[in-house]
């Protein structure tokens, strides 16, 4: 991609109209000064490699995507501290041989983001934002209706259907993670 003159003022343009908006999309959720800039750093990065689809949008639609791209970032950053969080209290918990012991066997349970990411492929782009975002950020139906802009309704067959998709697409495995899921619905 060879940048222009026109795409560094489109790009300070659009740093000077939305970097305080994602920050503050940002720390309104993560409460820290330093992610919530990494936010906004990630989301112009974003920003910059898809340059061409933001020429067609229109000023709506430009601010809507922009403030996506900030929330998703955001709670993918999120899901990392909870995690992190998570997997300290874990270990804190236990003794250290039986911790050291553990580690590779707490990871080895995990799925890999890469491997959700490969396994939802699936899905179109609705169900699979309304999917991760009741799986693994922990929002209820009202919070991703919000985020989405869509009815509550709407939100819970979505999630139904990418779930049903998901489950075949594994071969219909009853594992605890599934099991889990169906809670969730």
Do not use: C
């Amino acid at each position: 991609m060879k940048t222009t003159n026109k795409d560094y003022e489109k790009m300070e343009e659009l740093y000077e109209l939305y970097e305080q908006k994602i920050y503050y999309v940002a720390y309104s959720i993560l409460n820290n000064i330093q992610q919530a800039e990494d936010i906004v750093q990630e989301t112009f990065i974003t920003l910059y490699q898809n340059l061409e689809k933001i020429y067609n949008l229109n000023t709506q639609e430009l601010k809507r995507y922009i403030l996506r791209i900030a929330k998703n970032k955001t709670i993918d950053s999120y899901r990392k501290n909870k995690r992190h969080k998570m997997f300290l209290e874990e270990y804190q918990k236990e003794s250290p041989e039986v911790a050291d012991e553990n580690i590779e066997e707490w990871e080895q349970r995990l799925m890999s983001e890469d491997q959700i990411d490969t396994l939802l492929t699936v899905l179109n782009e609705s169900y699979r934002h309304v999917f991760k975002y009741k799986v693994f950020y922990n929002l209820t139906y009202q919070e991703i209706s919000n985020l989405m802009g869509i009815t509550e309704v709407n939100v819970r067959k979505q999630f139904e259907r990418a779930r049903k998709q998901v489950q075949n697409n594994i071969g219909g495995i009853e594992n605890d993670e599934f099991e889990e899921l169906q809670k969730n619905g």
